[in-house]
């Protein structure tokens, strides 16, 4: 069974750092993160967003007159198969807050024609949480989201709070329908991973600390020496363990 893994956390904080400890033969990344991918892990760069369902499966779009033809995520998928011989285990979306903003910006261009903007961003992060579901999950892949959030200072606790418009974001958002979420934050001098707390954006029924320190790549400084133990947050340990727990449940229990 698959795992559905959402990991927040503020800009700069390493969030797609964090995809160093999976397999890149293994790992497709989606990114669409108005920056340049540099981790050696096989990706598709999305520097334009033409609406949902050319982003997820490709198609024709007309251009300064011209048929330009868009490859889509099924498309990269074709690609990696093709490539390696396989279909990858797990499709990473970096980032989810991005593709968000992407279809809000386009509803405030397009005609209501669903009624209002409001109608036409939630038929289009449906038609995301579905492909998620029926493309993805159903077919046993994995699914990582990144997802930017703002931390929200008050007298009494710090909350992370998600981006989003709309009914999506009132239910819950990406929050709510993955097995577990995690938040890096940066703690003084080191970064954490929450792994559990409703105010952090972070849930996990793994036998797990509620926060874990993050080894720093490439600078020791910023590493945060661990007592007797304890380990560091790891992306791919943590994703194993979900698939694990998943797989144990649908063994024992689904009918």
Do not use: C, W
Request: glycine content about 8%; aromatic content about 10%; overall charge negative.
């Amino acid at each position: 069974m698959s795992a559905k893994l959402l990991v927040n956390g503020e800009a700069a904080t390493g969030k797609t750092t964090l995809l160093s400890s999976l397999d890149p033969t293994k790992t497709l990344v989606i990114s669409r993160d108005s920056k340049v991918f540099s981790l050696p892990i096989p990706h598709m760069l999305v520097e334009e967003f033409y609406g949902m369902e050319l982003f997820l499966f490709g198609g024709e779009i007309q251009q300064d007159g011209e048929t330009v033809v868009l490859e889509g995520v099924t498309d990269k998928m074709e690609a990696f198969e093709a490539s390696l011989g396989h279909y990858p285990e797990t499709v990473v979306f970096d980032t989810v807050s991005q593709l968000t903003m992407d279809v809000i910006n386009k509803a405030l261009k397009t005609p209501n024609v669903y009624g209002s903007q409001g109608a036409e961003i939630n038929k289009e992060l449906g038609i995301f949480v579905d492909f998620l579901h029926e493309y993805l999950e159903l077919n046993g892949i994995n699914i990582i989201l990144l997802n930017h959030v703002i931390k929200d200072k008050s007298d009494e606790a710090t909350e992370y709070i998600a981006f989003g418009q709309g009914k999506f974001k009132e239910k819950g958002g990406f929050f709510s329908i993955v097995d577990e979420s995690v938040t890096i934050a940066q703690e003084g001098s080191y970064l954490v991973a929450y792994t559990k707390g409703a105010l952090k954006q972070a849930r996990s029924k793994l036998d797990i600390p509620a926060k874990m320190y993050i080894e720093s790549l490439g600078d020791p400084i910023k590493t945060k020496k661990l007592k007797e133990g304890e380990s560091y947050y790891n992306l791919n340990d943590h994703l194993q363990m979900i698939i694990e727990a998943n797989n144990k449940v649908t063994k024992e229990f689904r009918l």
